[in-house]
């Protein structure tokens, strides 16, 4: 499947155009969504943090660069989206502390209420949250080392660490569930 | 390939809440609507503050005193009492006045043009 938009898209939703935009919008909710989701581990937040990230896609439209890959800067936003919205939860101490770092116990019923009950999807929410969203942006979503780099705002040789290390857990993870 | 990346390659994806895209949207339109929301509000409060002076200056400073003179110049009332409101009356539809009315109407259609190129287009 094609990742990016067509440069002409990109210029119309620039200029303000609302039928690009929806364009735009289309092509990534489900994307920003389930990667929203995986963070958050709650539907009712996912979808708080994907409608904002595309207010503030709108809201900074002339920062769209037509030359560029625009996934990259709307995951860029959406990662950061998600991190105002837990350090706003945790203001309020609608989560824990760590919420970010909960075990298996803790997330259980949000990916069982999902419907993701495959092996891979109960593994990948036991392994280290930082570990998880550089294998998610990687497999998931299909982007390089340099792009997940940008998103997370790390080295390159972090991001590669990240995922051989999550590899490493999720074979751990796995081995259970076979077991 | 390793197992593992065969794996990691079939995450699931979960489709998007209903009504997600419709609250972006709506959201977004809102948004572009601001400025000329913000252009009617402004145009409605200085024609406020035109109608509030005008009366003040105008009716309440010069035509009610003149009332009250030309109650007690004809010793009658009756007719002087309509004469002179109907006279204030016609005193207020002053240029200024319609001068704000038509930047009223100006504003109405301005938005009600942009609402329909908004949702209708």
Redesign the interface.
């Known amino acids: 499947m094609d990742n990016n938009v067509d440069k002409d898209i990109l210029i119309r939703a620039q200029a303000g155009d609302l039928e690009a935009f929806e364009y735009i919008l289309s092509f990534y909710e489900k994307r920003i969504y389930n990667y929203c989701l995986r963070i958050l581990k709650n539907s009712h937040n996912a979808k708080d943090a994907t409608q904002e990230t595309f207010i503030k896609v709108y809201a900074h439209r002339k920062l769209i660069d037509p030359e560029k890959n625009i996934k990259t800067w709307i995951f860029t936003i959406a990662t950061n989206t998600t991190y105002d919205l837990l350090r706003s939860k945790k203001r309020k101490n609608e989560v824990s502390l760590d919420a970010e770092f909960e075990t298996i116990s803790d997330s259980s019923s949000y990916y069982e209420k999902e419907g993701l009950t495959s092996d891979i999807d109960k593994a990948l929410e036991q392994i280290n949250p930082e570990y998880k969203k550089a294998l998610l942006l990687f497999y998931q979503q299909g982007f390089q080392y340099e792009e997940i780099a940008d998103i997370l705002e790390m080295p390159i040789n972090t991001v590669k660490t990240h995922i051989k290390r999550g590899k490493e857990q999720l074979k751990d993870k796995l081995k259970n569930y076979s077991a | 390939m ?1 197992p ?2 065969e ?11 209903a009504g ?2 419709q ?3 709506r ?3 809102y ?2 609507l601001q400025p000329v929301l913000f252009t009617v509000f402004s145009l409605l409060i200085l024609n406020f503050i035109v109608v509030v002076w005008h009366i003040n200056a105008k009716l309440i400073d010069a035509e009610f005193t003149d009332m009250v003179q030309d109650f007690f110049e004809v010793f009658s009332f009756n007719f002087s009492f309509i004469n002179t409101v109907l006279g204030s009356f016609f005193e207020i539809i002053s240029p200024l006045l319609v001068v704000s009315a038509v930047l009223s109407l100006c504003g109405i259609i301005y938005t009600g043009k942009k609402m329909s190129l ?1 949702y209708f287009s």
């Open positions: 390793d593992i990346d794996k990691l390659n079939r995450i699931s994806s979960l489709e998007v809440p997600m895209h609250f972006v949207m959201k977004v339109n948004k572009k908004q």
